[in-house]
């Protein structure tokens, strides 16, 4: 597949856990940086997390501290841990790679996203 292919998204009650993967499109040794954003129901799309080819990671404040972003380079996969949800993540999560960083901050690659996961917490 020449796209990132994300899976593990549904629904779940508020305070509950779910995992998300994303398949990379090649050698996830060779990109150098890949990300998750979300978008909510008539908002835009939003940074969530990012991880560094070296293992560096980037957050967004709204879920520090009870998501973690991982990657397995034997499975070629990138995992999203999402802890003690909220209704307010509900959305469809896109998975990206080969995204780059200014400044700290985790710039996308436009040409490599998924096709999104639903992600529904309910109260």
């Known amino acids: 597949h020449v796209q990132p292919v994300e899976s593990g998204g549904g629904l779940v009650q508020a305070g509950g856990s779910l995992r998300l993967s994303c398949e990379a499109s090649?050698?996830?040794?060779?990109?150098?940086?890949m990300g998750w954003y979300r978008q909510p129901p008539g908002k835009q799309r939003e940074f969530v997390a990012s991880i560094h080819r070296g293992g560096t990671t980037t957050y967004a404040d709204s879920v520090k501290g009870r998501f973690t972003i991982s990657r397995d380079k034997d499975k070629n996969t990138m995992y999203l841990e999402m802890n003690n949800l909220k209704t307010e993540d509900t959305a469809v999560y896109y998975c990206?790679?080969?995204?780059?960083?200014?400044?700290?901050?985790?710039?996308?690659?436009?040409?490599?996203w998924g096709q999104g996961t639903q992600v529904t917490v309910s109260s």
């Open positions: 090649r050698s996830i040794s060779s990109i150098n940086a």
């Open positions: 990206n790679e080969g995204g780059t960083y200014v400044r700290g901050s985790y710039l996308p690659n436009l040409r490599f």
